[in-house]
């Protein structure tokens, strides 16, 4: 008898090079059953179909509908098979094995059947299986050949729908109905996977067909996450980039480059070209789902604005000159050596990218720390979730989200506070929706109607629709709610947390100023829409909570982050599945890069510079003297860089001129500098005003891992050759080296050793283990050898939970007569960021510019219409973009997205920031709005827009 | 750097940190574990000649680390 725990069988794939596919989902039961399958007796968890258990032990059975990312449908009929007692002859994916069942899958009875439905199902499709894009990877041609197919006893020419158009609206892949089988897989994938319900099957009988609403699929509601393409078994939902390049021959296993999800794909090649990436099943962020940007838009690796020679120029009004990496790397350090030498040693300095590796971060603070002699390193991650740091370090002992993406499959009630999850890291927001249309509650606090409030078949409990700036009067009047009506899980907050702390906080917490009829006139959410939420998060048997840059980009973003960890101790909402504190990370690796010591304050492992043991291990691994003193934080270089103490800086992979608040401020302090070093994939806009540009490699060239926002670690794995002739870790070397510090290694694999030796997180992982696992989470080491899905299961890591109190401080940046509006920002899905990437690719089809969303009264009272050019002023700069007048955003509340340099969002957003991290407060800017007229400087003329403001 | 823009950062620490026994060591560490050495040094300064504009409480925290820099 065989225990059918590690699958030997292989069925006909359609999902990626390599990857089987067992027709229905898994059966996660521990109680196992017993089955005879063609004579063969094997063992397999109750639930497991007929279908499944048969491709696991080896005996595939024919199959069209079934794929084991959707449930068992039971329609095409090609997985018939005869058990004994039973009468005729079931489908293998709807029939769940029972024990003792005796199965048999190839009997002359179901091969004729099969036989049949397959010559009904070829006599109305075209026969140019040698000239289709799918050949060789077409489930129907495999299914033709296992049935044995030589003739069609129906003819060609009935009835059929071999000229049925083919729908080519969508950028990335094409919809050819005539080749359609009607199996319903990409139906179903858009509705359990995907979960957006674009696609139907339109019609009845010989009349059924795919349908995207009646509409193209362009102009449907399809997000074109490709889950329909990938679950597609002919050539009718395609990839255009096979049918333009043809089937790929090799795969290359590596991690998604996008937002903090941290999807696997498979990276399938022709030769050395790249064809197609294909989420990975076995991909533990993602586990066989993708987004529009993971699947499609991988485009800008080789789009023909890729810079890939190093250039110089002495001063910033000079043309770039193309030089050798040589010359480069000398110019570079003899720069930064002369900067110091003039201006001392704390005149340099670096920022580190979140899109970059682990290996490249770790090189980049450490060269500012041992080659540049300072710890004035930081990271984007300082503009993003800088406020999750400090606020999960102080209440919990760790900087990182509680829980793994799995966890929220269990989760009963399910609060979003400042994300928008379906646009900004959609394939974890489709397992937040599958659980919801499971039933789990939702609560979505948020200035914004994001699509989670309300969508097919979601529909948020409660909308918490604050003002933006008093996310923390609201965090306190839930609380305040939990506290006052008898909701704390007195017993977790006894054994878990601190006791003095946690009584502080509740006397804080039940002063009346906390109380939600308070904070109603503050916030704007009705009290009792508050205390109905509270008693919903409280009272949940799991409650979790999941959070964006909504509440980190603010003045009290960090008090925001406590706020929410004090909520989760008080109703015992941490160390299990289901629950926890979970921020959406918006970069692919803004974990990592700060797990890698890229804060000016801290070493790798979030240990501080002042830690004299920790230093010295450093300094002995290193061999060179550390700093003891943090170092500058970004806007600090900004500031110190105009008034003449800072003058030089390294880039590395971030656009700071564009990204960060305030574009004339960080210009100014650009401008200021002696050298500026970037080191990017494209000329942007802060290589403006820099000396030395030294190409990058793009996630398709880089070898090393990054960690997603449940702290998994994954392969990076170069698919091609880097275009620059180097990899980032080198650059980063020879800079050193150049600066007369030597740091070498051989490969990528050799500085995760380093990173492992060094860092007690990271202790047992190593390029080796991962190749072997697959990911893992950290903490990973002697106590987890196998890493640590869910944290603070038995204890916080910094021992007992610390309450702590947060007092609700307004922002000083509020509407007023002058300003009455009040701006927030955020992402669309199928942009990324600063748009570097997405911008140079057919993405653009969707977004091709930032608009900026208003109420409709606001924009009545304005004279504004959809579609109008309006000029967007705050007390810092202006703007202009085009209107789009919106439900989505409450009266007096405007939102625009930051994708395009053109449309300068940053040049009106403000100098304020958290209180503790200095994270900007990009959530909250006082502006006024006006249409366009001829004293408004055009679109295109940003100068000319900065000249004005 | 500017020093207004130092004043602006502490006042917003003060702000943030509510009073009881323990903000003076809380305010302490903030400084201590996120400002940089010339950032505390131009910021004690200001303090010094300008006492009015902070708390009690932040004033004592720069005394005790201005005399602990300058022990």
Redesign the interface.
């Known amino acids: 008898m065989t225990i059918l725990s590690d699958p030997r069988g292989t069925m006909p794939m359609r999902s990626g090079i390599g990857e089987p596919d067992y027709g229905t989902p898994k059966s996660n039961s521990e109680v196992m059953v017993s089955v005879t399958i063609d004579g063969e007796t094997h063992l397999v968890p109750e639930g497991t179909s007929v279908m499944r258990a048969a491709g696991e032990s080896g005996c595939a059975i024919p199959k069209l509908c079934a794929t084991d990312s959707l449930q068992p449908f039971g329609s095409c009929r090609m997985c018939l098979v005869e058990i004994d007692g039973r009468k005729g002859t079931p489908a293998s994916c709807t029939t769940p094995v029972e024990d003792g069942m005796v199965v048999r899958t190839q009997t002359t009875k179901v091969a004729k059947l099969r036989k049949s439905v397959m010559e009904l199902y070829i006599s109305d499709h075209p026969l140019d299986c040698l000239t289709c894009s799918a050949n060789g990877d077409c489930e129907l041609q495999d299914m033709a050949g296992v049935a044995g197919l030589r003739e069609v006893r129906y003819g060609m020419d009935g009835k059929n729908h071999l000229d049925a158009p083919t729908d080519s609206s969508n950028p990335y892949f094409s919809f050819d109905e005539s080749k359609c089988i009607v199996c319903n897989r990409c139906v179903r994938a858009c509705d359990e996977v995907q979960g957006t319900l674009a696609l139907t099957i339109e019609g009845r009988g010989f009349n059924s067909k795919v349908s995207p609403g009646g509409l193209n699929f362009l102009s449907s509601e399809c997000v074109s996450c490709g889950a329909c393409v990938q679950a597609c078994p002919t050539a009718t939902l395609q990839e255009k980039s096979v049918i333009d390049l043809g089937m790929p021959t090799r795969t290359v296993q590596t991690t998604c480059a996008y937002c903090g999800v941290g999807c696997s794909f498979n990276a399938e090649l022709r030769g050395d070209e790249l064809v197609r990436m294909v989420p990975t099943k076995t991909g533990g962020a993602n586990e066989g789902h993708s987004c529009v940007k993971g699947r499609f838009a991988w485009g800008y690796a080789s789009h023909s604005d890729r810079i890939t020679k190093p250039m110089l120029r002495e001063k910033i009004t000079d043309e770039w000159r193309e030089v050798s990496w040589d010359e480069a790397i000398q110019f570079t350090a003899t720069k930064f050596i002369a900067i110091q030498e003039k201006y001392g040693d704390?005149s340099i300095g670096g920022i580190s990218s979140s899109r970059c590796t682990n290996e490249e971060i770790f090189l980049v603070q450490k060269m500012v720390r041992a080659a540049f002699g300072n710890n004035n390193i930081d990271t984007c991650a300082r503009v993003c979730h800088s406020p999750t740091g400090y606020g999960l370090s102080t209440t919990y002992g760790t900087s990182a989200g509680t829980q793994d993406f799995k966890s929220v499959a269990h989760s009963d009630v399910i609060v979003v506070i400042g994300a928008n999850p379906t646009d900004a890291h959609p394939v974890f927001a489709s397992r937040m929706k599958r659980r919801i249309r499971e039933g789990a509650n939702l609560i979505v606090i948020d200035p914004r109607k994001i699509d989670l409030v309300e969508s097919a078949h979601i529909s948020a409990d409660y909308h918490l629709q604050l003002q933006p700036g008093t996310n923390v009067a609201v965090i306190n009047s839930i609380a305040h709610v939990i506290a006052t009506e008898g909701l704390i899980d007195e017993e977790f907050v006894a054994q878990r947390c601190d006791p003095g702390p946690f009584k502080?906080w509740r006397s804080?917490i039940e002063l009346p100023e906390n109380s939600p009829e308070v904070v109603e006139a503050q916030s704007g959410v009705p009290a009792e829409i508050i205390r109905q939420a509270a008693r919903m998060y409280a009272s949940g048997k799991n409650a979790a909570i999941y959070y964006g840059l909504g509440v980190t980009e603010h003045?009290?973003g960090s008090?925001m982050v406590m706020g929410m960890a004090n909520l989760a101790m008080a109703t015992g909402n941490i160390g299990r599945d289901g629950v926890g504190i979970n921020p959406l990370r918006g970069q692919n690796n803004v974990q990592g890069a700060c797990d890698m010591g890229s804060f000016?304050?801290e070493l790798s492992g979030y240990r501080?510079v002042?830690d004299n043991a920790v230093r010295e291990q450093f300094e002995m691994l290193w061999d060179v003297k550390l700093m003891s003193?943090?170092?500058?934080?970004i806007p600090?270089m900004f500031?110190?860089a105009?008034?003449g103490?800072f003058r030089g800086l390294f880039v590395h992979g971030e656009d700071i001129a564009q990204s960060d608040p305030n574009t004339m401020h960080v210009e100014k302090s650009l401008k200021s500098m002696d050298l500026v070093v970037v080191q990017d994939l494209f000329l942007n806009e802060t290589s403006k005003f820099a000396h030395v540009f030294l190409p990058g490699t793009s996630f398709l060239e880089k070898d090393g891992t990054f960690t997603n926002a449940e702290r998994r670690i994954n392969r990076v794995r170069p698919v091609m050759a880097a275009k620059n002739g180097k990899q980032e870790w080198q650059i980063i070397c020879e800079i050193s080296q150049a600066m007369g510090y030597d740091m070498h290694y051989e490969n990528a694999a050799q500085i995760m050793d380093e990173i492992a030796d060094i860092t007690p997180t990271f202790k047992g992982v190593s390029f080796a283990m991962l190749d072997e696992v697959g990911s893992v989470q950290w903490p990973c080491n002697d106590a987890a050898p196998e890493g640590t899905p869910i944290m603070h299961v038995d204890g916080f890591v910094r021992g007992q939970g610390q309450f702590m109190?947060t007092?609700f401080?307004p922002t000083e940046e509020r509407s007023n007569r002058k300003f009455p509006l009040l701006l927030t920002t955020g992402r669309i899905l199928s942009q990324y960021n600063v748009g570097a990437q997405t911008r140079r690719t057919a993405n653009v089809t969707w977004h091709p510019e930032d608009v900026l969303e208003i109420h409709e009264s606001d924009a009545a009272l304005r004279g504004i219409v959809d579609g109008q050019k309006i000029a967007v002023s705050s007390r810092i700069g202006e703007t202009i973009l085009t209107a789009t007048v919106s439900n989505r955003v409450p009266a007096g509340v405007v939102h625009t997205t930051f994708h395009y340099p053109l449309s300068g969002a940053n040049v009106i957003t403000t100098e304020f920031s958290d209180?503790?991290?200095?994270c900007p407060e990009f959530k909250v800017t006082a502006v006024e709005i006006r249409p366009a007229d001829s004293s408004t400087a055009p679109l295109n003329d940003l100068e000319a827009v900065l000249t004005k403001a | 750097?500017?020093i207004t823009?130092l004043t602006r950062?502490a006042h917003?620490?003060e702000?943030?940190i509510?009073v009881?026994d323990e903000t003076y060591l809380r305010i302490s560490e903030?400084l201590?574990?996120?400002?940089?050495?010339?950032?505390r040094s131009d910021f004690y300064q200001y303090v010094v000649s300008n006492r009015t504009e902070f708390g009690s409480t932040m004033n004592k925290v720069v005394d005790e680390l201005r005399a602990k820099a300058n022990a």
Do not use: C, L, Y
């Open positions: 704390n502080r804080f003045s009290q008090t000016p304050h501080h002042s003193d943090p170092g500058m934080r600090n500031d110190n105009i008034s103490e109190e007092p401080v209180w503790a991290t200095n | 750097m500017d823009i950062m917003d620490i702000k943030n509510p009881h903030h201590v574990k996120f400002w940089t050495p010339k950032m």
